[in-house]
C-alpha cells in the first residue's frame, strides 16, 4: 500500500439519524472505491460496519467502523458512527478525530432531532459539514421540503449542489449544478449515464448554479473580483471557494444519493476526494498547554488513541491518529499520560474487521495496532523526549442509570473487570462503586444503550447480570436549633467505658456567627467558642464543630473522638440513612472517669447526642433536582408537558429552536428514572433531552414521610 502524506489524506466522519442509512451507504462507498467486491447488506448480516454480534442481533450499528479508501490518488479515512442518540459518544470522538462530516438526511422524515444534535456538536468542533439526502426513492421522499426544513433549521448557508427530477420509487435522475450535467440510472443504480441538461430544467440549473458560484465566491477576495468581473468561475475556481467555504462553515453542500441501490454516490466521493479539505488544511488541534500541534510529518511523533474494541481471535484492537510525526513498526514511545513504556510492534490500516499491516503512516492518518501492554482510551504516547498530551474529547453526561449485580454474588470481581473493559470500549459507559448507595452504578445514555452491555456481557462473557433500580443519593439536613445529652456507661469486670457529652446543633449557613446564647424552654445555654473545625463534605455542604468545653469538663484529647461519633452520624443520617450536611454543632459540656473515659466511650456519647439531638432539629430529607432541557417537535408537545408534570417537574421556560420546540425545567432525579424510555415512547423517537445536576432540595412531606417508613422497615428486617 502506497504511504500516504498529510496533503493526501482526508478524514471523514459518516453521521446521521438511526435508519438515515449510513452503514448502507459505507457498503457503497467501499464497493465503489473497489475495496470490496460486493456489497453487503443489514439484513444479510455481512456488512463491512456493523460487524460485532450484538450489532447483527440488533440489526443497527452499536459501535463506530473506521474504513478507508484509496480514491483519485488521495486516502480517504471514514468512521461510520451509530445514528441513536444512545451511542453519541461515538460520533463525537469520531468528530474530534475527523475533519469533515457528512450528515445523512432520510428524505421521508426530514431533519429529525437526531441530525440538530449533530450539527449542533459539528457546529462546537467547528467541523465543515456536507448534507447527503438519502432514500430519494423511498415512498414519502420529498427532496423540496427538505431542502426548505433545513434552511429554516441551519440558516441560508445551505447550498445544493444537486437535485432530483424526480423522488419516490421513480427517483433514477438528477441535476448536478456543480457540473452542470444530468446523471441518470438503470433500476439497478451503479455507473450513470452523463448527459447535457434537458432544456426544461436548464432555468432551475442556471439559478441554482449561480447560487453556488456566489457561494464559493464568497470565500476568497480573488475569487470574488473575478466573479463580478466575468460573471462565472471554473470548475477549479468553484472547488477552491467550495474548499475555503467548507473550513470556515460558511457553505454547506448537499448532494442527493440512494445509498442502496448506488445512485449518486461516486459522484458524492469524488467531491470527497476533490474538495474536502486535507489534513493539513485545517486548523491544528490544541494540547493540554494550549499549544497548536501542527500534523508535520517531520516533527516529534505523537499519537492519540482514540477507541479500544476487543475482538476475537485477537484481543484488544487500539486505534489512534498520528497527530505529528511519522509511525513505523517496532519504535518505543512513552505513555505520557500513564508513565508507562509500549513498543508498537505492528500498525494497520484498517476497514471493519480486515487490517492490513502497512510500514508507515505519516501525521494526519488513522490507524490500528494490537497487544499493547497498558494503553487506554485517551492516552497520548510521544517518542522520547516529547511531552505532548491531548485531552479535547468531551462526552455528554449520562441520562440513565441502573444498579447492576451479578446474579452470582461471587462473580462480582469478574463483572468489574468486563465492565472496565467495556467503558474503555465506550466511555459514555460509567461506572461508579458507590459506598453510599451500596451499590454499582451504570449510566449511558439511555436504556438501549444499558440493554446493550448487558446483552454483550450475557451473551459475549456468559455471565448473567441483573439491573436494579438504582437508590437516590438523598441528603438529610435540620432546619431548627436543637439540644441534647448522652451518657455512655458500660462496667464489665475490668475498665469500663463512660463519657458524656452535652451539644447544641442547629443548620449551618455560610458565614453566619456563632450566637453566644441558646435557650431552650426557660433555659439558657452560653457559649464560649475556644476552638473551630470546619469539615467540607466529599458529598457537599460542611460540619462546622465549635468546642465550647470550660472549666475542663472534657478533656481535649477526647474533642477528636467526639468528631469522630458525629461523622459517624453524619455519613449514615438518623432519619433515612443518608449522607447529612450543613450541620454546626456546639460541644459545650460533659463529663469524663479518671479511668473509664477512653476514646470510643466519647465517640459513641457523641454520635447518640447528635443523633437526639437531629431528631429533635425538624430535621428534613434533601433530594436531588436536575435541569433538564427537552428537544421535541410542536405535535407532541402537550403530551411531553403533561408527563413532566406528573413528574413533580418545575417548568422553567419553553422557547422554539429550529424547529423545534425546547421545554426547561426542574425535575427530581428520582422522576428520571425511566425518563428516556417514556419520552421515545410519546415521541416516536423524535426527541432527546439532557439533564444536569441543579441542587438539593426538601421533597415534599408526603414524600419524607414514605422514606421514613420504608427505612423503618428495612431496619426492622435486618
Known amino acids: 500500500m502506497k504511504v500516504y502524506q498529510t496533503n493526501e489524506i482526508k478524514n471523514i466522519a459518516l453521521l446521521g439519524s438511526k435508519g438515515s442509512g449510513k452503514t448502507t451507504l459505507a457498503e457503497a462507498m467501499l464497493y465503489e472505491c473497489g475495496v470490496i467486491k460486493r456489497r453487503g447488506t443489514i439484513d444479510a448480516k455481512n456488512t463491512v460496519s456493523d460487524y460485532f454480534p450484538v450489532e447483527k442481533e440488533y440489526g ?21 458512527c451509530p445514528g441513536a442518540d444512545d451511542f453519541v459518544g461515538n460520533a463525537i470522538t469520531a468528530l474530534n478525530m475527523t475533519d469533515t462530516g457528512v450528515i445523512l438526511v432520510d428524505t421521508q422524515y426530514g431533519v429529525e432531532v437526531g441530525t440538530q444534535n449533530i450539527f449542533r456538536t459539528t457546529a462546537s468542533l467547528k467541523k465543515p459539514v456536507i448534507f447527503a439526502l438519502n432514500q430519494l426513492d423511498g415512498e414519502k421522499a420529498d427532496y423540496d421540503n427538505v431542502i426548505e426544513q433545513m434552511r429554516e433549521i441551519f440558516g441560508p448557508k445551505v447550498t445544493p449542489i444537486q437535485y432530483p427530477l424526480a423522488c419516490g420509487p421513480g427517483f433514477n435522475a438528477m441535476i448536478d449544478v456543480l457540473l452542470m450535467k444530468k446523471y441518470s440510472w438503470g433500476p439497478d443504480g451503479g455507473v ?32 470574488m473580483e473575478k466573479f463580478f468581473d466575468q460573471g462565472h468561475l471554473t470548475e477549479d475556481e468553484m472547488r477552491e471557494g467550495i474548499r475555503k467555504g467548507l473550513i470556515d462553515r460558511s457553505i454547506f453542500p448537499v448532494f442527493c444519493v440512494s445509498a442502496l441501490k448506488d445512485m449518486g454516490v461516486r459522484r458524492m466521493m469524488e467531491f470527497l476526494g476533490n474538495v474536502v479539505p486535507f489534513v493539513s488544511d485545517m486548523p491544528a488541534p490544541v494540547d493540554t498547554l494550549g499549544n497548536e500541534i501542527k500534523p508535520d510529518s517531520d516533527g516529534p511523533l505523537s499519537i492519540f488513541m482514540f477507541k479500544t474494541t476487543v475482538e476475537p481471535h485477537i484481543g484488544e484492537v487500539q486505534y489512534f491518529k498520528v497527530m505529528s510525526g511519522t509511525l513505523t513498526p517496532g519504535v518505543d514511545l512513552d505513555n505520557v ?51 505532548i498530551a491531548f485531552d479535547f474529547i468531551k462526552y ?14 461471587s462473580d462480582a470481581e469478574k463483572l468489574n473487570a468486563i465492565l472496565n473493559r467495556m467503558h474503555e470500549e465506550d466511555p459514555t459507559w460509567e461506572i461508579e462503586q ?15 444503550h444499558l440493554r446493550t452491555l448487558k446483552w454483550r456481557v450475557e451473551n459475549n462473557d456468559k455471565l448473567p447480570i441483573i439491573f436494579d433500580e438504582p437508590k437516590i443519593p438523598y441528603r438529610e439536613t435540620i432546619t431548627k436549633a436543637a439540644r441534647a445529652d448522652y451518657r455512655h456507661k458500660k462496667q464489665s469486670g475490668g475498665a469500663g467505658q463512660f463519657g458524656e457529652v452535652h451539644l447544641v446543633i442547629e443548620p449551618y449557613v455560610e458565614g453566619a456567627p456563632v450566637p453566644d446564647t441558646y435557650k431552650f424552654g426557660n433555659q439558657e445555654f452560653k457559649m464560649n467558642v475556644r476552638d473551630t473545625q470546619e469539615i467540607p463534605l466529599s458529598w457537599g455542604g460542611k460540619l462546622v464543630v465549635h468546642n465550647c468545653i470550660v472549666g475542663g469538663a472534657i478533656d481535649a484529647r477526647f474533642i477528636p473522638a467526639i468528631v469522630k461519633g458525629l461523622m459517624d452520624r453524619m ?27 477512653n476514646e470510643i466511650s466519647f465517640r459513641l456519647a457523641g454520635r447518640n447526642a447528635f443523633s437526639e439531638a437531629f431528631r429533635n432539629a425538624n430535621p428534613k430529607v434533601l433530594e436531588p433536582i436536575y435541569d433538564v432541557e427537552v428537544m421535541v417537535p410542536s405535535d407532541v408537545m402537550g403530551d411531553v408537558m403533561s408527563d413532566l408534570q406528573g413528574r413533580r417537574a418545575i417548568i422553567m421556560g419553553m422557547s422554539s429552536e429550529n424547529g423545534f ?22 415521541t416516536g423517537g423524535r426527541s432527546s433531552f439532557t439533564m444536569k445536576f441543579a441542587s438539593y432540595e426538601l421533597v415534599p412531606g408526603d414524600v419524607q414521610d414514605k422514606l421514613l417508613k420504608a427505612y423503618a422497615e428495612q431496619n426492622t428486617d435486618e
Do not use: W
Request: aromatic share 6%.
Open 661 to 682: 420546540e425546547k421545554i426547561s425545567a426542574k425535575v427530581p432525579l428520582k422522576e428520571m428514572s425511566s425518563y428516556s424510555t417514556a419520552l421515545s415512547s410519546i
Open 396 to 409: 455528554p453526561a449520562p441520562k440513565y442509570q441502573r444498579a447492576i449485580r451479578p446474579v452470582t454474588e
Open 571 to 597: 455519613e449514615q443520617g438518623p432519619l433515612t440513612g443518608s449522607y447529612a450536611r450543613d450541620v454546626r454543632v456546639c460541644i459545650y459540656d460533659g463529663k469524663m472517669h479518671p479511668v473509664d473515659s
Open 337 to 387: 499520560t500513564r508513565g508507562s513504556k509500549e513498543r508498537i510492534a505492528q500498525i494497520y490500516c484498517v476497514c471493519g474487521q480486515i487490517k492490513t499491516q502497512v510500514d508507515k503512516l505519516c501525521a494526519g492518518d488513522i490507524g490500528a495496532t494490537v497487544k499493547l501492554k497498558d494503553v487506554r482510551t485517551g492516552n497520548t504516547l510521544d517518542e522520547k523526549g516529547c511531552e
Open 60 to 80: 443497527y450499528s452499536v459501535f463506530s467502523t473506521v474504513f478507508y479508501a484509496e480514491f483519485l490518488g488521495k486516502k480517504l479515512n471514514v468512521i461510520d
Open 434 to 448: 458507590s459506598k453510599e448507595l451500596k451499590q454499582t452504578i451504570l449510566s449511558g445514555q439511555g436504556e438501549f
Open 192 to 223: 450513470p449515464v452523463i448527459e447535457d441538461i434537458p432544456a426544461e430544467e436548464m432555468e432551475r440549473a442556471k439559478e441554482l448554479h449561480q447560487q453556488l458560484v456566489e457561494a464559493a465566491a464568497e470565500n476568497d477576495e480573488t475569487l
